[in-house]
């Protein structure tokens, strides 16, 4: 459901005082009104919000305030082409990787996609270093991963006499954890969503910060976006870019969960 203040919430129960729910912290409550939401084709994820920043580039541009920029746009993408579309994170709160899945899973869309921009590259590179990762057991969040490359690597490659930065094994790709499954919690705990997750460009790279703190580039990633989105829904491609990962033995970064979270207003 969406509350009154716009927050869209997974519902646990209805009670005779309206509805009992999921917050966006993770915690369980009770609001009395709100929009009901039963189903979705496509559910989008802005990454980060609220206290938790990700990364941010030399210009200021803030990758929470970025991936949720290009999320409302892609929205509207879709809305115009009459594909129903819901945000999990509708404006700048924190919210927990547990409750993006949850409201993923309770609506069963046929895309689920989480948008982020990167940080810390390898090296320098000669073309846009756009990573996708996708569900290891999900032929479908595979073939939605090469999509989803293929179309952003097309867009950004647009754009001439930019110093791009890449990890060497830039492409669409899977991230196992150490007993095999995936590595980032949005796509394993999504299970039975074609789910993706998106890191377009580096934006701790100056060069490519400055391209998108521009909304023209904003919007060309949004298009990228939405064309792959509509070829998974009414096409058989099977996209491109797949790469096999070198392993990586760094932690995970910090976020993802509960602590420091404040639950926006929902009334």
Not at 224 to 235: E, G, H, S
Request: aromatic letters at 6%; a negative charge.
């Amino acid at each position: 459901m969406v509350s009154t203040t716009g927050v869209v919430l997974p519902v646990l129960g209805v009670i005779p005082r309206g509805y009992r729910v999921r917050t966006p912290c993770g915690n369980e409550t009770e609001v009395s009104t709100g929009k009901p939401l039963r189903q979705a084709t496509v559910v989008i994820d802005p990454g980060h919000g609220g206290v938790e920043t990700g990364s941010v580039g030399a210009n200021g541009l803030v990758e929470r305030d970025l991936n949720l920029g290009v999320s409302r746009r892609l929205v509207a993408l879709l809305e115009k082409a009459n594909v129903s579309v819901v945000l999990t994170r509708t404006a700048d709160y924190r919210i927990t990787v547990a409750t993006r899945a949850e409201i993923a899973t309770s609506l069963a869309p046929k895309v689920f996609l989480s948008i982020h921009h990167n940080g810390g590259s390898d090296a320098a590179s000669t073309k846009p270093g756009t990573e996708t990762f996708f569900q290891i057991a999900s032929p479908e969040s595979k073939r939605l991963a090469g999509l989803v490359y293929e179309e952003l690597l097309v867009a950004f490659s647009s754009y001439e006499g930019i110093a791009w930065e890449a990890d060497t094994d830039a492409g669409a790709k899977y991230r196992p954890n150490d007993s095999g499954g995936d590595y980032y919690g949005i796509l394993r705990r999504s299970v039975g969503v074609p789910t993706v997750l998106s890191e377009a460009l580096f934006l701790s790279n100056p060069p490519e910060a400055e391209l998108l703190a521009k909304p023209e580039t904003q919007q060309v990633e949004a298009e990228a976006l939405a064309r792959a989105i509509k070829r998974f829904l009414n096409t058989k491609d099977s996209g491109s870019g797949f790469v096999e990962p070198y392993a990586r033995t760094e932690p995970a970064g910090p976020g993802g969960g509960a602590d420091n979270c404040k639950d926006p207003a929902l009334s």
